[in-house]
């Protein structure tokens, strides 16, 4: 299972034409009689743009959830349910979708890998945001560059999948790492492998139903089943005086309103750039994000890096590089294969 991570909670699938059928994406067809050259230069140069810039806004997240502070983790994740609630209604009108909307909450395995995937993005969300407003960003970018060998691990483990030789020793490099890691922290690095391992059974579960539903439908019915909860979170917080919506001012009111925009708009990028572009560029572009926020972490927030912990990152890297050669020449062999069926069809 390749998964690829969207720290958004958007997977989508990198291997085989039955993994992309499963989510939508349909599999490369033949030239059909009389139909004219596509512009594919200018489609993808848009592709590219929108990846870019879904994954530079998720990059870039732990600047917001920073403006927002004194505000804590409960309270940002419950204003970002709560406001992306609205911003996802406001989007379903404008695009008359609530029959699709409507058919998601009437089909009940649809509705409850839904309501699954959101307690798992719930978990995700409240770890990563709690670990950027703790001075830990270092640690929750670690987990999403875990992520993609979490992914291949949940293939071996849930759909007993078979690994290819380099996705073997990318899985057995990231054991190392997380080992060196657990020496370099002294403990076990438990925000990263959250992270990891919560957006990782997310994706499982989001595959399960992933060309059934689109992505603000799927959004929706994630933020309808949280939104009690949240709202809840928000009436305990202000009763009891901890509340920062209305104590800090209108620009912090309108920023944490914002959070139903900002959790949206790179959904709605990453759609626009899935559509347009082959899963292997996605999957490399999907680096940006942990890249980002790890530039963050060091550079704006000046979180501290030992020598251990760069070795452990080192180590990291080496299984992401393997995980990468591995998904490119998988790739290329199932183009040429592609090509080649093709010939023989002609």
């Known amino acids: 299972m390749d998964n690829v991570p969207m720290p958004d909670g958007t997977p989508t699938a990198t291997s085989s034409p039955a993994s992309r059928s499963r989510t939508g994406t349909a599999a490369p067809s ?26 530079v806004l998720w990059g870039l997240l732990p600047l917001y959830f920073f403006i927002l502070m004194p505000a804590g983790a409960v309270e940002i994740v419950a204003n970002r ?45 409240l770890t990563y945001t709690y670990g950027v407003t703790t001075g830990q960003a270092v640690e929750t970018s670690l987990g999403y560059f875990i992520n993609p060998l979490v992914s291949v691990l949940l293939g071996v483990l849930v759909l007993k999948e078979k690994l290819r030789p380099l996705q073997w ?65 928000m009436v305990v917080l202000a009763a009891n005086g901890s509340s920062t919506l209305t104590s800090q001012g209108s620009g912090h009111f309108w920023l944490l309103l914002a959070s139903g925009v900002i959790t949206a708009v790179p959904l709605l990028f990453f759609g626009a750039s899935a559509r347009r ?10 680096y940006f994000a ?57």
């Open 81 to 125: 349910v709560v406001w992306s609630l609205l911003f996802c209604a406001l989007l379903i009108t404008v695009t008359r979708a609530w029959g699709t909307l409507a058919a998601a909450l009437k089909d009940r395995r649809v509705f409850g890998s839904l309501a699954l995937a959101a307690f798992l993005i719930a978990i995700n969300w």
């Open 30 to 55: 033949g030239p059909k009689p009389g139909a004219g050259p596509k512009p594919l230069a200018k489609d993808t140069t848009a592709g590219m743009l929108f990846g870019i810039g879904a994954y």
């Open 277 to 286: 572009l082959p899963m292997t560029t996605i999957g490399l572009l999907q």
């Open 290 to 346: 942990p890249v980002l926020q790890f530039l963050v972490a060091l550079l704006v927030f000046r979180e501290a890096m030992t020598a251990e912990r760069w070795i452990g990152f080192g180590v990291v890297w080496l299984a992401l590089l393997l995980l990468t050669l591995d998904m490119l020449r998988t790739a290329r062999r199932n183009s040429v294969a592609r090509k080649a069926a093709l010939r023989r069809a002609a």
């Open 169 to 233: 020793a990318a899985v057995g490099v990231g054991f190392v790492a997380v080992g060196v890691l657990t020496y370099s922290y002294g403990k076990l690095p438990w925000i990263a492998l959250t992270l990891a391992f919560s957006f990782g059974l997310y994706g499982f579960v989001k595959n399960r139903v992933g060309s059934r539903v689109d992505a603000i439908t799927s959004l929706s019915v994630e933020t309808m089943v949280l939104a009690p909860l949240a709202a809840v979170a």
